[in-house]
């Protein structure tokens, strides 16, 4: 009988290839979240058994799973829904961590739980690249409440004895995304489109999916009851110009954006990762960011008809 | 039209208190949260409308009030019950916070906020008297989900400009209340016990229930989008043996107590509140323990027919 794996919010851009990766290494892995997949594309991310369900504690007790890791996938994915409705993002980031972490201390309290936060915990930072113990001071309530549910994997962890291990995710992206800023620019320069938000001085930290699942299980071999935190990220800054720029020349456009200079409120300028704590694990990110806007923008290509 | 207050959880030990209070300075206060209790001993207590429900959104939204200030003593109230059942813990005081945040910032932005936390996030102290800006170590689930509260408050009230404050309680205590301590060991020496757990070196930071009820008052003056916090104790530190020895006088007795040494999981051995900041304010404790425990006492006579 192999180990068993449980990814929340394996339909996601995130968890998919948490399974995946997972299922490589000889995982048995149970998804559980919301997204409606055909059992051969379910099996095609490496995934066993799918419940298409919220992730409540009644939820995931009728899984009927006794995992021996938890990687914690689900919750909300957008600073601007945050400010719209923090409501709904609290109990998707928050409320559904508690749960989780209640599940895990009573029914599976050997197993070890990875929970994959956001750079988003760190606001407007004073020093960069950004270290795990730079001060918190998001600013957004995604941000807030990923703290918050931070915060509560490392109180369960240091009372209930739980094994756990924090990822700050900087900007992940991958074949496949159909959202931020990349889907949203190769779109914009597919239709000929040349103008952009902001200044296109922003930075931005990227790290490709692939590589950040390996993190996340690398992570898993190192966690504990002291909760070590790590940052998510390639240690690169990118400016959001140099990144629509190369993927002007990737769409073969001619054209150069235009930034409006608006800025996004709640989205801090600048993200860079210190992945210091991270290397010393042994991992270290594969895909430089060229390259990977090079897979992304030959994967949107085809993706739209294009190639 | 008078001004209207709500008071959360008013009809436990500590939001009656809170709701006399200000009706006796000129509120109508509305009351929502468990407790089956009479007309006239709601009006007795100052509270003018009463709902006997959860601190739900649902709940809240369907008073059909839009206070001016609203205290939120809703909420666990238990170290012990926190370590038997976390989850339920969490959801008494952190989602329960969520939900008030989210009908304070969607109906009545511009009310008032006064979050009564409480000294256990704290948790084991390093420096006497504590101060506020002590580093937080909560040692149960109790005081871990009483930050995590606080934290909500201070996240919202920055994030969308709400007036909170924070007042961290020590041990409150007064006549009427049928738990903790003092309840505990009057029932015993009543009794004749004489045994009691602990070493009796623990200290307590009393502090009674109507100067508490004041301080929340004075909170809600000095509160802003900054979310002020301030301890909420007498700033005297008091062994739980000289406590219960002055019981053993008041209660007429002439035996003294015996104790037995176990510690208490999840209770740090010593409190005692810095409360300079309090005293900016213009508060002060008004009852010192002595006189205090003397009321208590002959309260609690009374009501066992002792007197």
Chains 1, 2 share one sequence.
């Not at 559980?32 to 095609?44: F, L, N, P």
């Not at 009573?106 to 990875?114: G, I, K």
């Not at 991992?283 to 897979?295: H, N």
Request: hydrophobic letters at 40%.
């Amino acid at each position: 009988m192999t180990d068993i794996a449980l990814v929340t919010g394996a339909y996601g851009s995130i968890g998919r290839h948490v399974a995946i990766a997972l299922s490589h290494k000889g995982w048995t892995v149970h998804g559980v979240g919301h997204g409606s997949w055909g059992v051969e594309e379910q099996r095609a991310w490496g995934v066993e058994r799918w419940a298409e369900n919220d992730v409540s504690l009644a939820a995931l007790r009728s899984l009927d799973t006794r995992p021996d890791i938890v990687v914690h996938c689900a919750g909300s994915g957008s600073v601007g829904a945050s400010i719209s409705d923090p409501y709904l993002d609290f109990r998707r980031t928050v409320s559904a961590t508690a749960d989780l972490l209640e599940f895990v201390r009573s029914e599976c309290p050997q197993a070890t739980l990875v929970y994959p936060s956001s750079a988003a915990v760190y606001g407007i930072a004073e020093q960069f690249p950004i270290r795990e113990d730079a001060p918190l001071r998001p600013a957004s309530p995604y941000g807030a409440h990923k703290r918050l549910a931070e915060e509560l994997v490392r109180d369960y962890a240091r009372l209930f004895k739980l094994n756990t291990a924090i990822v700050r995710l900087f900007s992940i992206y991958g074949e496949g995304f159909r959202k931020q800023l990349l889907w949203d620019a190769c779109r914009r320069i597919s239709a000929d489109e040349t103008e952009f938000f902001g200044t296109g001085l922003e930075t931005r930290d990227w790290l490709h999916v692939s590589d950040a699942a390996e993190l996340m299980i690398c992570a898993a071999d190192n966690a504990g009851p002291h909760c070590p935190v790590v940052n998510g990220g390639s240690g690169v800054a990118v400016t959001v110009a140099d990144v629509v720029g190369e993927l002007f020349d990737l769409m073969g456009k001619n054209d150069r954006p235009v930034f409006c200079g608006t800025e996004r409120h709640g989205d801090p300028r600048d993200y860079q990762a210190d992945i210091s704590r991270a290397v010393v694990w042994g991992w270290q990110p594969s895909i430089d960011w060229r390259a990977g806007l090079s897979r992304y923008a030959t994967w949107f290509r085809k993706e739209c008809g294009l190639a």
